[in-house]
């Protein structure tokens, strides 16, 4: 198989860390990209050398800043090559209900969950169309999809990463370069441990698997995506859920 250098953001996160990893175990070489003020990243990069995942490049940059992204993607390039596949992932949750939501959980939500996919998809997207081939993976959420109370700004951002995801895949698809998104349930990562943990028990009895999705099930999915035999989808979205819709 053709190698390809996949750039991760939020990769020192659970579900970033499993996405490089799955995709490490594909074959690709992967750029993790962590934010700069991340202060366990040497940390992370060790115990990703002990588990047998040895040539992660890294480079440090801030999703929701445009200069900073120009940067970072800059770095990523001199060090492995042109990125051919582009995992936006970092995001971040200040969940609240609207009626005592502050402006500014607003806005980072927003500048960090989906303006970053501007700042990011800018750097790549055009030279994965000259060079004939591209794989943009989103992470969205079952949020974004269905909406949820106490995340008005979540959810407007995920679902926002699905236009996105639909409106770009148009305008790539004859280029060779797919766009699409995974939205992901309720996933055992630091993200979901900070909810408040009856609101969580309530949350996984809710899912028809009453389970948690495991941070490896998202990353087999951006394999898939990344894959020469998913060539033909595009502006999809992944629900990998357990089962949780509506409820
Ligand atoms: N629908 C409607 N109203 C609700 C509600 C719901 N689901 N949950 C709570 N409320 C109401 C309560 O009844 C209460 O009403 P009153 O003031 O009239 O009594 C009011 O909202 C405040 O509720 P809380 O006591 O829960 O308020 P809080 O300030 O303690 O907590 C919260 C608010 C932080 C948003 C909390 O409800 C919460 O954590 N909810 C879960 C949000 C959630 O699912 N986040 C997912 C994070 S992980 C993630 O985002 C990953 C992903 O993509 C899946
Ligand atoms: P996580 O463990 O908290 O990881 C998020 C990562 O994003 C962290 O490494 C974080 O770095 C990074 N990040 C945050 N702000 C950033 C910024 N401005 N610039 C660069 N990096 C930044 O959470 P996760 O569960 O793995 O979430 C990964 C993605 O999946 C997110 O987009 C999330 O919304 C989405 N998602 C998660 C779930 C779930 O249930 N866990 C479900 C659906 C969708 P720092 O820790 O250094 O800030």
Redesign the pocket.
Known sequence: MTQRVALVTGAMGGIGTAVCQELAKAGHKVVAAYHPQFDNKDEWLKEQQAAGFKDFVCVAGDVSDLASCQAMVAEAEAKAGPVDILVNNAGI?R???FA?MEKDQWDAVINTNLSSLFNMTKQVSAKMAERGWGRIINIS????VKG????AN?SAA?AGVIGFTKALAQELAAKGVTVNAIA????ATK??M???PE?LEG?VNSVPMKRLGKPEEMGAACVYIASENAGFMTGATLNINGGLYYQ
């Not at 992901?184 to 996933?187: D, F, K, L, V």
């Open positions: 949750t969940d609240r209900m005592k959420s079952v949020n974004g949820q109370a106490g995340q979540y995920k992901p349930g309720y996933i993200m979901v900070a909810i408040k609101v949350i």
